[in-house]
């Protein structure tokens, strides 16, 4: 049973425009959410995170929109940059932390 | 500061070989998390250790797969005999306090068996 559905599995974003991936949740004990970036041949970084008492948060161009009653997180990504090109992560932890599949984000120059 | 450092960072063997997979911990962090990434499954955990004690081993695909923290600061995965749908990338990651935080990636073991 997957714990963490995320989609699209890849998207193509024009430069500048909103990058948008979507992650739902089943599991009401977890309490932390994060958001990990992954480059070619590296290892997943955190990129930001949330906690079920924030709708939102936000880090430069990047932004976590939370609905707590709808068990949806996702994130924004604006102003989209061709150095955004790569694999995005959402997780989310009770005692671990369990990551979604993945989406293969490319954002065209 | 030395992240998360893992050997060998390519490994191709052939069915029925032993493969160890090896990780050392950021200086400090307590807990120590192996994960496995492939396209179809994305990033599965494994086992996940604390303060040295396997907390969680209920990802281990089966008995061909053991994982221990001999010390603090290293620990092992090991697949014996390897098939090859164990062809995967590895990675171990490490956080501190009680529970995970942020966590620290190494590179990841690419391991192809034939």
């Known amino acids: 049973q997957q714990q963490v559905k995320q989609s699209p599995q890849s998207l193509i974003v024009q430069k500048g425009g909103i990058s948008i991936i979507n992650c739902a949740y089943e599991?009401?004990?977890?309490?932390?959410f994060p958001w990990y970036q992954q480059f070619p041949g590296k290892g997943p970084a955190l990129l930001i995170a949330?906690?079920?008492?924030?709708s939102e948060k936000k880090e430069g161009r990047f932004t976590i929109s939370f609905n707590k009653s709808a068990k949806q997180f996702s994130l924004h990504i604006m102003d989209s940059q061709p150095g955004d090109s790569a694999t995005y992560f959402c997780a989310a932890r009770d005692d671990k932390i369990i990551f979604g599949k993945g989406t293969r984000l490319h954002i065209l120059p | 500061d030395a992240g998360v450092i893992q050997s060998p960072r390519h490994e191709v063997t052939e069915m029925g070989q032993e493969v160890t997979l090896r990780c050392k911990l950021i200086?400090?962090?307590?807990?120590l998390f192996w994960y496995r990434q492939t396209m179809m499954r994305g990033l599965e955990l494994l086992i996940y250790?604390?303060?040295?004690?396997?907390?969680?081993d209920s990802g281990m695909p089966e008995d061909r797969f053991s994982a221990k923290m001999p010390n603090a600061s290293f620990s092992t995965l090991k697949i014996q005999p390897s098939e090859p749908r164990d062809s995967a990338v590895y990675f171990c990651?490490?956080?501190?306090?009680?529970?995970?935080?942020?966590?620290?990636f190494g590179e990841g073991s690419r391991l192809t068996v034939l």
């Open positions: 599991n009401t004990a977890f309490d932390y």
């Open positions: 990651a490490s956080s501190s306090g009680g529970r995970p935080g942020e966590l620290f």
């Open positions: 250790f604390n303060n040295n004690v396997p907390i969680d």
């Open positions: 200086s400090g962090h307590n807990s």
């Open positions: 949330i906690r079920p008492d924030v």
